[in-house]
């Protein structure tokens, strides 16, 4: 996980990089961290995926934490930003800009530590419904709820998409198998396909249609096995 702190006070923000070099994510790891003395050179450096997470002060000469963060909300709408203040009266301007949440100062490590685990837990989780697919050449991260089904057509890996676009690549069925089918909402009904039963219209005694209109056959012997789980997908659903 790599991290950028930023705040123009330098002993707050040495106090908070001895912190961080003294956490551990739940998983035994190290992070990394960058440092900023004001939020013009964050947001000039900023970039999509460059950090996991941003812990900025709000009261910053310039550019202060709110207009930074609404500044960072055009580059990247889902990155967690923690908040760094010494007056609770900011809190309301914070979630404004859909912050993660905010720290009092002085910044107590334990709270910093609580706040940067449900941090971790988060990513891990949004980690968990992606699907990195990948060649020689090529690498693509799709997130598994836009994905319709996946197709092996002549040792070619079709990923359809949900908007229609297709991914393709040279590899085997079998490379992502097993994370596709760790997802409740995925189905393997024949050897060629795997779909994403949220996005099927309608199952009929051979195929299934998906929402954009495309036909999927259904193995002949895997018919009675794929009803049955469709239909437990289908009740399990409504519970919810």
Not at 172 to 181: F, G, I, M
């Amino acid at each position: 996980m790599k991290l950028a702190i930023c705040d123009d006070n330098k002993n707050q923000l040495h106090s908070i990089a001895q912190m961080l070099e003294r956490y551990v994510t739940p998983e035994g790891e190290k992070v990394r961290y960058d440092l900023y003395g004001n939020a013009l050179d964050l947001v000039s450096n900023l970039s999509s995926g460059r950090y996991d997470a941003l812990l900025m002060d709000i009261l910053m000469p310039g550019l202060n934490g709110i207009e930074a963060a609404r500044d960072i909300r055009q580059i990247n709408e889902d990155i967690p930003i923690l908040f760094l203040t010494s007056s609770p009266e900011f809190a309301v301007d914070s979630y404004r800009v859909h912050a993660f949440d905010y720290l009092m100062k002085p910044v107590d490590e334990a709270e910093l530590f609580k706040g940067l685990n449900r941090i971790f837990a988060i990513k891990k989780e949004l980690v968990s419904h992606m699907l990195t697919i990948q060649n020689a050449k090529e690498l693509h991260v799709i997130s598994l709820s836009q994905l319709e089904y996946v197709e092996i057509n002549n040792r070619t890996l079709l990923f359809h998409l949900i908007d229609g676009e297709t991914k393709a690549l040279r590899g085997k069925l079998s490379d992502y198998e097993e994370n596709l089918l760790s997802q409740p909402n995925f189905l393997k009904i024949h050897r060629s396909y795997v779909i994403n039963m949220d996005h099927m219209k309608s199952l009929n005694k051979n195929s299934f249609e998906t929402m954009t209109g495309k036909e999927i056959p259904i193995s002949r012997n895997l018919l009675t096995e794929v009803h049955t789980q469709y239909v437990n997908y289908l009740h399990s659903a409504i519970r919810q």
